[in-house]
Structures are given as C-alpha cells and as structure tokens.
C-alpha cells in the first residue's frame, strides 16, 4: 500500500531525511525506532503533509498514487492518519463539532451523504468505548485542559472514528502511564486488520511489548541504518542505540 | 460620543511577529480573492431628491413624509446644531473626507399602492429578499417573526401588526408612527440620544428617513422577536434610520436588526440612530447582524457606517442587553451603550467584529453607572484579517452614588493574518469607592499547528477556520436568537471565506 523511494526532507533548509526506503503492506505493523533527532517525527510529518517541510526529494506512493501531490486532507480522505506527538489544542471547538466535519469531509471526498446527527452520535459513542474515553470529554473543545493520557486516547479515538487504512503513531506512548499505555495499545490491536497497516514511531521498546511489530526499522541520522524482525527491538532495549551509531558512524 | 482618543493602552499588531511564515501570507491572498457574496441591485423605480444638504432640503423631506410641525421643528434644531459641528477624528479610524453635500438624503421606492398582502408587493422587491435568503412567506410562517422590511427609507411591508396590535404591542414604521402614536414618539424622540449628542446624532436627528418604532406596555412579554431587515438600495443615497424602542414597566422584548446591501462602487454614508428605554424592572434584548457591503480588497467602496445606538435603562431592575455580530462596512464607527439610571438595572454588551482586507472597524460600549447595585458586562471579540484594523474602545465610568456597582470586561482579539492590526482602548472613570471593575484582555492568532490538526483529520483549511472563528466567538453567538444565530454563523463563514491558505 505504501511505497517509501529515497525520501528527503527538510525543515528551514535543513536535511534531516536523508533516503528513506520503506515498503508497507496491508495488515502490517511496522516499528520505527531510533535516537532522538533521528528523524523519526520528521518522517511521519512529510508523510502526512504537513507543510512546515519541504521534500527535496523521492517519491511515496500510496495505493498507487502519489502521496506527495496530495493535500493534508487528501491524503487523510485516502485513509493516513497521524496520531500527533503533542496532539494540538484548539479552544472553542468542540470535540463533536469537530469530528463531524471531519467524518463529513471525509464523506463528501467519498461521495457519500454526510451522516445523520443521530448516526453520527451513535458512532461516537461507540468508538469512544474502545479508548474508554468518556462523554464529558467527547463534549470539551479538542484537547483543550485534556491530560496527556487523555490527548493520547484522543487520538486513537479519532482514528477509530477515521477508520484509516494507514495510521502513524507518532510516539503515542510518550507521556503516558502504564494504565493509559494499556487502554491505547488495546485499542490500537482493536482496529488492527488485514486491511490495513500500522506505523508505530516510539523511542522505547516498552510500547511493542503491547503492540506487536512484524519489523522494526532503526532510523538514524535520517537512514533507515538496519531492519529486521521484533528480536530486533529487544536488542535495542538491551544494548541500546549506541552499538548501531557506532556501526553506522565506522 | 465624549469618548476621546487617549493612549492607545493595549497597542497589538503582529507585524513584527517573526514566527510568522507563508501561510500567513497565503491567508491574505485568499481573502483578498473573496468576493462580497450579496453584492446585488435590485431594479425599483426609486423616487430621489437632489444631491445636496441645506434647510430646504430638511423642510422638503419632512413635508415629503407628511410630518407635523413639531418633527420638522426637532429637525431644523438639529440642522442648525449640526452646522455647527465638525466631523469627530478620535477614533481608530482613517476616514476620507465626506462631502456632505453630493449625497442625496431622501429615497422612496415609489409607491403604486400601499400593499396589503405580500402579493402586493413589488416581485422585484421580493426576489430581492429570496436572495438574501429571507422571504417574507417564509419569516411569516415558519419562524413566526414580524418582519419590518426596510428598503431604502421607506417600510415596504409590516406583518404581524394585528397579532401584536392585540398585546397593545406597537410595532411599526416611524413615520406610521408619528402619525399614528405622535404623542409616545414626541414624548420619548431624542430623550435617550440628544440630536446635540454628536456631530451623526446631528445629522440623523436632521435628515432620518425612516426607521422603526417599539412600544410594549406595561407587563406584557413580547411573544415574538421583532425584526428589521434594512437595506441600502439606492445608488449614492445615504441611509439615515432611526429607531426607537419603548419597554414600559414590567414588559419585555427582543429586537433583531439585520443587513446586507448591494454591491456599490461610491460610498455610502449610513448615519443611524438606536434609542431605547428600559422602564421598571423592562427587558430589552436588542441583537444585530450587520454586513453592509464592505468594499472591494483594495478598500474601494463600501459603506460608511456611524451608529449612535443607546440605552437608557431608566427604571429600577431594568435590563438592556445589546449583541452585535458586525462583519461588513468600510468603517464602522459604533458604540451601543447602556446608562444604568435605575437602582439594580443592568447592561450588557455582547460583540463580534470581523474586519477584513481594508476594512475598519472602532465599536465598543460605553456603560455609564448612575443608580445603585448597577451591573454591566462587556464581552468584546475582535477578528482581524488582511489588512485591516480592528479596535475596541469602551468605557466604564461609575458616578459618584453608583454604590456596589460592578463592571466585567472581557475582550478579546484574534488575528488572521500578520498586515492586520487589533486594538484595544479600555476607558475607566471610577468615581466611588465601592466599586468592582474588572477588565481581561487576550490576543490570539490561529496557528499552522491547528490548522494542520484539522487538515490531518480531512477538514480543509476554510472549513478549520470557520470552526476555530465560530469557536471563538461562540460566547457571543449564544448570546443571539437562535433564528439569527444560524445566519450570523454563516455570515462569519462567508466574511471569513478562503482567508486561510
């Protein structure tokens, strides 16, 4: 589904990927792990289009198409979806006002008629129950004096509302304590399919203990430097990156 | 207006933000591509007197109109104080010089007939309505609203006058009224809002065509809101309403004012006058949507929009509450008020301002405690886009035996965009010891951040905003009737349209 070509991007004309190669097929959980400032959230902005960087050069195809033509939005209409580090406040907005346009937008690019208010209540009670999220805070505004266990859960509750074909989880395990670490991964393996993949972006190997990775890949200085399968992720936790910047630094 | 121009307190302006990148400036391309969306001309045979200001002129309109001696007396008192007063320059505000005398100040659609039913009505007329949305039939059944159409000077038609005639609820034109109800208009004309007042209180007071006019008598709660949709029509005439709400003792009423005009290369002066009065323990909710054409992106255009709104709560436990959604005119230049006569009344002010491209906006309040235990609350947000400017400018001035009076204000700005400017001119004359004021100010500009949140999740960038601007003034949308609320909302939408890359 997804097809990663001698990605670079950079940010204020700094390079920070340096060729990236990465292949992606339904039902795949990949892990992307590596030092800080390896790149790794770098990555999945340029994959989701966020316009703070540029590509200077690849390609990524998405379902035969070109992912890098498309808008932010496009590309979330066509099934990406980036659980956000540091997910983003906006005051005013309320979480279902908020999810209705964004399942409706969604729709419109379908083709479909937007949801009805009761269907779409509906469905966010459902989806909300996977993430144990509760209606108190489905009716604040989007994240707004939300904790970070609850930003987190947010998210995967977005993206069980999305229903993506791809999702990014971009160090969703960062600032969270082990309960929230559960409620997220659970719902996380929850939607998991066959037809459909999942990035996981951590730093530690403690969130793959939850969510298993068929490969993991280490990024450094912009590189995917090794791959291999989830041994490779407990090598890490027991020797740490060091090894490996010195294989690559040699 | 005594209001003058003192330090600029709260001086904001993100022109020297560094952290601003290209979205910003695609922002402002988009809006500037925005055309105004009710930019229409409606085709009415208009009757029109000269260009020109003089005493004659004021003698003819108001022999036109069929007035009494005592209005064309209260006319000529204002002509000649206006004469003697020059155009006020302390507001935020860079306004061209207006030549008073190339603006025609009298235009009627000409009447074939009185219309009895909208099917008397000009078609021409009534399509014009459709496309704003607001067909008569509509209003008449679906919303159970009594609407006084404004068009040009000139009430076209007014519905549901027997329904509220039975309440003794008096709804209708102002020149209905000076004939009908002259003695109500003679005693309360001009006791909120002095034609020495200010140099447009003036001209109004000399030159005002039409307009509305309220009374609702003692105990009765008005059953409907009561609405004027005005509308400039005439090319290069000025509009110069005048409105005039009575609540006696014990009665309660909501107002609605709404407008849109036709697109227009001259400028259009628009001069009006707003009394009301609140007697004991009377409500009045007074709510308006104001979108006048507001030029095109170079700033050409647009109309020129000097409000005198007022509200004199003059008995005990009176109430006025003024909401305002303003999103169109070239300059606005506007502060609905409240003076708190009565022990324990209270005002409210509840305002949006959106100016974008050129556009110039200085609107605030002035809430002015006389009696005891008086409350007021001011909620100000401002949302600047392009190159425009945005002020806020209030007063809170507490009389020396206002005890326990008690002030909020809260006013906010929210940028678009880093060419545009926001400011805020908070006046405060505390003259008793027992007073509470309080005063919170934010400034805020939407960031690529939530932009990118929403556009990750589908939502295209004009949609976020809609969402993020609607968010933001929602604490003053609530504030409007429901009926209004969609439309404003809208209104917000479209002023606001493509003004995000």
Redesign the interface.
């Known amino acids: 589904m997804l097809i990663i070509k001698n990605l670079h991007a950079a940010i204020n004309g700094k390079e920070i990927l340096k060729g990236i190669d990465l292949t992606v097929k339904p039902g795949e959980v990949h892990a992307i792990m590596g030092p800080n400032g390896s790149g790794k959230s770098t990555l999945s902005s340029v994959l989701a289009g966020n316009p703070a960087f540029e590509v200077t050069d690849g390609s990524v195809e998405f379902y035969g198409k070109d992912l890098l033509a498309m808008s932010p939005e496009d590309r979330s209409h066509e099934g990406i979806f980036l659980s956000f580090q540091y997910p983003v406040e906006i005051p005013g907005v309320s979480m279902v006002n908020f999810m209705r346009a964004a399942i409706n937008a969604q729709r419109k690019y379908r083709n479909e008629e937007p949801l009805s208010a009761t269907d779409f209540l509906k469905m966010m009670r459902e989806k909300r129950a996977i993430v144990e999220l509760d209606n108190k805070l489905a009716g604040r505004s989007v994240n707004e004096g939300f904790s970070g266990g609850e930003k987190k859960r947010n998210e995967i509750f977005q993206m069980a509302m999305l229903q993506p074909r791809l999702s990014i989880l971009d160090e969703t395990d960062s600032g969270l304590d082990i309960d929230a670490l559960r409620i997220v991964s659970q719902g996380v393996n929850q939607l998991k399919s066959d037809q459909n993949a999942t990035i996981v972006i951590t730093h530690y190997q403690r969130l793959l203990d939850y969510i298993a990775p068929d490969f993991v890949h280490v990024l450094y200085k912009g590189r995917i430097v090794k791959s291999g399968g989830p041994e490779l992720a407990l090598e890490l936790e027991e020797k740490g990156y060091e090894w490996i910047k010195k294989e690559v630094d040699d | 207006m005594d209001m003058k121009k003192e330090n600029d307190s709260t001086h904001k302006t993100l022109s020297d933000n560094p952290n601003d990148?290209?979205?910003s400036e695609k922002i402002i391309q988009e809006v500037t591509s925005s055309d105004y969306k009710y930019g229409f001309v409606t085709d009415i045979e208009t009757d029109i007197i000269p260009t020109g200001l003089n005493e004659e002129v004021v003698r003819l309109i108001s022999a036109k109109k069929g007035e009494p001696d005592w209005l064309l007396d209260f006319r000529l008192k204002a002509f000649a104080h206006w004469k003697t007063l020059e155009m006020p320059h302390w507001a935020h505000l860079d306004i061209p010089d207006i030549d008073y005398q190339a603006i025609s100040y009298y235009a009627a659609p000409k009447k074939k007939e009185s219309p009895k039913s909208l099917n008397d009505i000009d078609p021409e007329l009534r399509s014009t309505f459709n496309k704003l949305g607001i067909s008569l039939e509509e209003q008449m059944k679906l919303s159970g609203i009594a609407v006084d159409a404004v068009m040009d000077s000139v009430s076209v038609k007014t519905t549901f006058k027997e329904k509220l005639a039975e309440l003794g609820v008096i709804f209708c034109s102002f020149s209905e009224a000076v004939k009908d109800y002259p003695n109500l208009v003679r005693q309360y004309l001009g006791s909120v809002v002095s034609y020495r007042d200010n140099f447009f209180a003036a001209l109004n007071s000399a030159v005002f065509s039409d307009g509305s006019f309220v009374y609702i008598p003692k105990g009765v709660r008005c059953p409907m809101e009561l609405s004027t949709y005005f509308r400039i029509n005439a090319a290069n005439t000025g509009q110069f309403e005048r409105t005039l709400i009575v609540a006696d003792d014990d009665s309660y009423v909501s107002y609605l004012e709404g407008c849109t005009a036709p697109m227009r290369d001259e400028n259009q002066l628009h001069a009006a006058i707003v009394e009301i009065r609140a007697h004991e323990r009377a409500e009045v909710k007074y709510s308006t949507v104001q979108n006048w054409y507001p030029g095109d992106k170079e700033g050409r255009g647009g109309i020129y929009n000097f409000v005198t709104k007022r509200g004199l709560c003059k008995g005990d436990h009176s109430k006025i509450s003024w909401t305002q959604v303003e999103t169109g005119s070239a300059i606005t230049w506007k502060y609905p008020s409240c003076i708190l006569a009565g022990d324990n009344s209270t005002g409210e002010f509840y305002s949006v301002a959106v100016t974008n491209n050129r556009q110039q906006a200085d609107t605030g309040t002035k809430m002015i405690h006389l009696g005891k235990n008086t409350r007021s609350t001011i909620v100000s947000k401002g949302i600047s886009a392009g190159y425009s400017q945005n002020s806020y400018r209030g007063l809170v001035r507490v009389s020396p035996d206002a005890d326990n009076a008690r002030n909020y204000t809260q006013c906010d700005s929210l940028l678009l965009s880093d060419h545009c400017g926001a400011h805020t001119f908070p006046y405060m004359d505390i003259k008793n010891d027992t007073a509470v004021v309080e005063h919170e100010a934010t400034t805020s500009k939407i960031n690529?951040?939530?932009i990118?949140?929403?556009?990750?999740?589908?939502?295209?960038?004009e949609?976020a905003v809609g969402?993020?601007v609607?968010?933001?003034?929602?604490e003053v949308m609530n504030k409007l009737p429901m009926e209004f609320a969609v439309e404003a909302q809208k209104l917000l939408q479209i002023t606001l349209e493509g003004s995000v890359g």
């Not at chain 2, 609607?470 to 929602?474: L, S």
Request: hydrophobic fraction near 20%.
């Open positions: 990148t290209g979205t690529e951040d939530q990118f949140y929403c556009n990750q999740r589908g939502i295209s960038t949609e969402l993020i609607n968010g933001y003034a929602k």
